[in-house]
């Protein structure tokens, strides 16, 4: 019946990818948000957030002289292998390290960086859940919120320029910083997605509308000779009556 096919598209039981909010806006918000997601964190792990010139202060703080360093919340950029390949890879911050460069500025970019991956990371599974399960207006709500919460996160971490590092040594523009930018600016699209999404009952039965005491009836076979009839009345203010009776069959000689 109508009913049944409804309850079991809400459920999920049509299988994957069958899509109950629609096709366009959720396959986007797939995309998106997995474009996101890998910018976001390769600017939150990335050894170019910042880059630096070390003077000679750095020099007395055993720091190697060198041009346009660059710096990440968790690794900085490192020049000393030998192999030409790997010779600007990243590496992590050593103990000594981060006694020096880590005050409270650049421990909170850290913190703010960590919870926007949190809000990105249930924003993304949200929408690949999009493929497969109807989700209630409010759920859909709450992950537009959470997208917008990741963008303000990720826009805090750019107190990392009011460290101390930033502050004796410079800090300029980075291509990690570059990435923060782009992350902040896709996870308010993916708010704006996800506030534009459609329930379940906006995307399949929007375009129904039953005018008031209009009925329809639904007869089920039961297999036993009885048949299950259900009688579903409109009322005017949106909501329904709902009567169910069993009703044996007639034999076939009456």
């Not at 970019?109 to 989700?135: E, N, P």
């Not at 308010?188 to 929007?206: S, T």
């Amino acid at each position: 019946s109508v009913d049944r096919k409804r309850m079991c598209d809400r459920y999920g039981k049509h299988g994957c990818c069958f899509f109950p909010h629609g096709y366009c806006l959720p396959i986007w918000a797939i995309i998106i948000g997995l474009i996101t997601w890998v910018i976001a964190f390769n600017a939150s792990y990335g050894c170019f957030y910042a880059h630096s010139d070390l003077s000679e202060q750095g020099e007395r703080d055993g720091l190697p002289s060198l041009d346009d360093f660059g710096f990440g919340l968790w690794s900085r950029e490192n020049r000393n292998s030998n192999d030409e390949y790997f010779r600007y890879r990243c590496s992590a911050y050593s103990t000594d390290e981060r006694n020096l460069y880590f005050d409270a500025a650049w421990r909170a970019a850290r913190v703010f960086a960590i919870l926007g991956l949190i809000c990105v990371g249930i924003g993304v599974i949200t929408a690949v859940l999009l493929m497969c399960f109807a989700l209630s207006r409010i759920w859909l709500d709450i992950v537009a919120i959470l997208w917008i919460l990741a963008s303000l996160f990720f826009l805090l971490t750019f107190v990392s320029y009011a460290s101390d590092l930033c502050k004796d040594y410079g800090c300029r523009f980075g291509v990690g910083s570059g990435l923060m930018v782009a992350a902040v600016l896709l996870c308010l699209l993916m708010a704006v997605i996800f506030y534009l999404i459609r329930d379940w009952d906006d995307w399949h039965y929007g375009r129904v509308r039953h005018a008031a005491g209009t009925q329809t009836v639904t007869e089920t076979e039961l297999g036993d000779g009885t048949k299950k009839i259900v009688r579903t009345t409109h009322n005017g203010d949106g909501t329904k009556t709902i009567e169910e009776s069993i009703v044996r069959a007639r034999s076939g000689w009456w």
